[in-house]
């Protein structure tokens, strides 16, 4: 039986088909296209937390980090900071809105942001140009000094502190 190439269904044909996952889309005439202007952040680092860290929700923790982010060298204007509870995040948003040369996941697995890769905490993983690097959650971390230290060497590593 041919197939007639100029078959029109109606949408309500392709609705029934489909169950509804298909949308039409109309384009108004006379109207031109906006353009969306992307704004890319380049920062030395970014961090993902699981939950948020605040000096109001978690002062420990802030104090913690900001001590990390210090003993890298670097500004703290140049974090770029993520919750993955309030922030939907994944690794394809970050290497088109915020490339960093590092991530810092807190509490996040890989998956957790979609990385086709998985790897341990405290392993360096170069994936697409960033280095990600996977560690248990700030609190964890700040009372434990074995922890604590596995964290710093990969720090080092990478930076070459």
Same mark, same amino acid.
């Given at each position: 039986?041919?197939?007639?190439?100029?078959?029109?269904?109606?949408?309500?044909?392709?609705?029934?088909?489909?169950?509804? *996952?298909?949308? !039409?889309?109309?384009?108004?005439?006379?109207?031109?296209?906006?353009?969306?202007?992307?704004?890319? &952040?380049?920062?030395?680092? &970014?961090?993902?937390?699981?939950?948020?860290?605040?000096?109001?929700?978690?002062?420990? !923790?802030?104090?913690?980090?900001?001590?990390?982010?210090?003993?890298?060298?670097?500004?703290? &204007?140049?974090?770029?900071?993520?919750?993955?509870? &309030?922030?939907?995040?994944?690794?394809?948003?970050?290497?088109?809105?915020?490339? *960093?040369?590092?991530?810092?996941?807190?509490?996040?697995?890989?998956?957790?942001?979609?990385? +086709?890769?998985?790897? +341990?905490?405290?392993?360096?993983?170069?994936?697409?140009?960033?280095?990600?690097? *996977?560690? +248990?959650?700030?609190?964890?971390?700040?009372?434990?000094?074995?922890?604590?230290?596995?964290?710093?060497?990969?720090?080092?590593?990478?930076?070459?502190?």
């Amino acid at each position: 039986m041919p197939i007639n190439d100029n078959l029109m269904l109606s949408p309500a044909i392709l609705d029934h088909l489909y169950g509804g *996952s298909l949308y !039409s889309i109309e384009e108004q005439p006379g109207k031109p296209a906006q353009k969306v202007r992307r704004v890319i &952040t380049k920062k030395l680092m &970014t961090v993902i937390t699981g939950v948020p860290v605040t000096p109001e929700n978690d002062p420990l !923790s802030h104090q913690f980090l900001s001590g990390i982010i210090q003993a890298c060298r670097i500004p703290v &204007t140049e974090v770029c900071m993520f919750c993955a509870q &309030t922030d939907e995040i994944n690794f394809k948003y970050l290497q088109d809105n915020h490339p *960093s040369p590092i991530v810092l996941m807190f509490d996040i697995t890989p998956g957790d942001i979609g990385l +086709p890769v998985y790897f +341990p905490h405290f392993q360096l993983q170069l994936f697409s140009g960033i280095t990600y690097l *996977s560690a +248990p959650d700030l609190a964890t971390l700040q009372n434990d000094k074995l922890l604590k230290s596995k964290l710093w060497l990969c720090l080092k590593q990478h930076f070459a502190i």
